[in-house]
Structures are given as C-alpha cells and as structure tokens.
C-alpha cells in the first residue's frame, strides 16, 4: 500500500476523493492478499495519520469497504477482512485493481458452467428471427476492423443466444460476465488465427440452433469454450485445466 505517498500531497483534494484512495489501496491488498481474511484492517487513528486526513474521511472508506463485503466493521472490536465468499469481486472498484490472476480463470469457469446449458435452452427455445439476427452477428464478424471490434461482434453473438432462451435472469447474468470478458476477449483476438477458430465455432453453435438440437447447441458451445480457455491459456492468463469440466 502506497498511503505514505498521499500525506505528503497537498490538500486541496476533495474527502471524497481521499476515501476513494484508501478504498482503492485496501481493494489492491486485499485482492493482492496481502490482508487475508480474518486480518485487522488497522486502526482508524492509525490510518489517519498513515493518509493525513481526518478520522471521519477514514470511517467513510472503511463504511464503502463494509458495503462491498470486503471487510466487517462492528461496533467496540476491530475492523477484520471479510472471508472471500462475502466479497463483491464484481464490484467495479474491485476490478479495477484486481483483474489478473484468478479473476479469469474464475470468469472462464463461470462461462463454461452457464454458457452450454444456455445454448442448449436456446436450441428449444429459438425463433426464426432470433436465427436471422445470429446470421447477421455472424456474418459481422468479418467486418470487424481490430480486436476490440472483435470482441465486440463476439459478445453480442452470445448475447444474442442468451436472449434466445427466453430467461431474462440468465440473460442478466450472462450480460454481466460478458462485458466482465471484454478485455480477454480483445486480447485473444489478436492471437492469430484466433478470430477464425472462434468464427469457425461460432458456425457449428449456429448450425446446432438452427437444427433445434440441445444436445448439439451444447456441445457447440461447451467445445468453443474450450477452445477460447486454450486461447487464454496462450495468452497466459491463468486459466486452469478444463478436465473438470467434462
Ligand atoms: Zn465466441
């Protein structure tokens, strides 16, 4: 944690702006693991005089920590790290400075378990206008000018899945790890040959879809996956084996 570094600036920065700054450090170390679950968050006299700013300015950044489930304030003991499961890794300050290591391979594991089985809600589920706007998407692909362009036209491929299986709770959920992989998938999409093994998969979903199949839409969908981790692995995010999920 750099506090040290924000006592000696001037103070013409705003509270707010200053309870941001140690959320953000205790985000850092806490996604980081330097302050394990169960750890002190040290104390609130400690940290004022560590950052140069009143008490209460602390006591609003440890409110917003306790907020995001990152750490537990009670009344009369200390402020501790919250455990793991609590946390709201989805938070976008969180993000923000976490967005390495086991975010992926826990972004790519989500996408494994929910994607098929979307796909395969899809295949029974899908209309004729819903194949016609994947066509399209797919067919966009090409015209995609650079990665992030790419990434873009893939995601919205899926998305448009999603929508097909009719169940806006899982459209949501897939929404939110999508836009969470953007920046894989731009990634990836500089990998050569990556745009065309993904075009190439995305063809066999949409065959799958077109034939009502579930188990084919599934399997489509769970083989492109498969195939996005090992682009990921190449990239060297790390992303575990894919064998438990078989
Ligand atoms: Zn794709």
């Known amino acids: 944690m750099d506090g040290d ?24 170390a ?59 890794v989805l938070d976008p300050a969180f993000l923000a400075v976490n967005s390495g290591e086991d975010f992926f ?20 589920t899908i209309t004729d206008l819903d194949i016609e706007r994947l066509e399209e998407l797919h067919a966009r692909f090409d015209l995609a000018k650079d990665a992030d362009e790419h990434a873009r036209a893939d995601i919205e491929f899926h998305e448009a899945i999603a929508a097909a299986s009719g169940n806006p709770v899982l459209v949501a959920v897939h929404t939110l790890i ?12 500089e990998l050569p040959g990556a745009v065309e093994r993904a075009k190439y998969w995305h063809g066999e979903i949409l065959t799958a879809l077109k034939s009502r199949s579930a188990a084919d839409s599934e399997r489509a969908m769970r083989l492109h996956l498969r195939q996005v981790r090992g682009e990921l692995e190449t990239l060297g995010f790390a992303v575990g084996g894919d064998d438990r999920f078989q």
């Open 178 to 189: 999508s836009s969470l992989a953007q920046r894989t998938r731009a990634r990836s999409a």
């Open 30 to 88: 806490i996604g980081a693991g330097e302050l394990v679950a169960g750890a002190n968050v040290p104390a609130e006299s400690a940290l004022s005089t560590q950052y140069g700013v009143s008490r209460s300015v602390v006591r609003e950044a440890v409110r917003t920590l306790a907020a995001k489930g990152f750490v537990i304030a009670s009344q009369g003991s200390a402020t501790t790290v919250a455990p793991r499961t609590a946390w709201n």
């Open 105 to 124: 391979d826990n972004l790519q594991q989500a996408r494994e378990l929910l994607e098929p089985t979307i796909a395969a809600l899809a295949a029974q």
């Open 5 to 28: 570094l924000l006592g000696t600036e001037d103070g013409g920065r705003g509270r707010r702006r200053m309870a941001d700054q140690i959320v953000e450090d205790f985000l850092s």
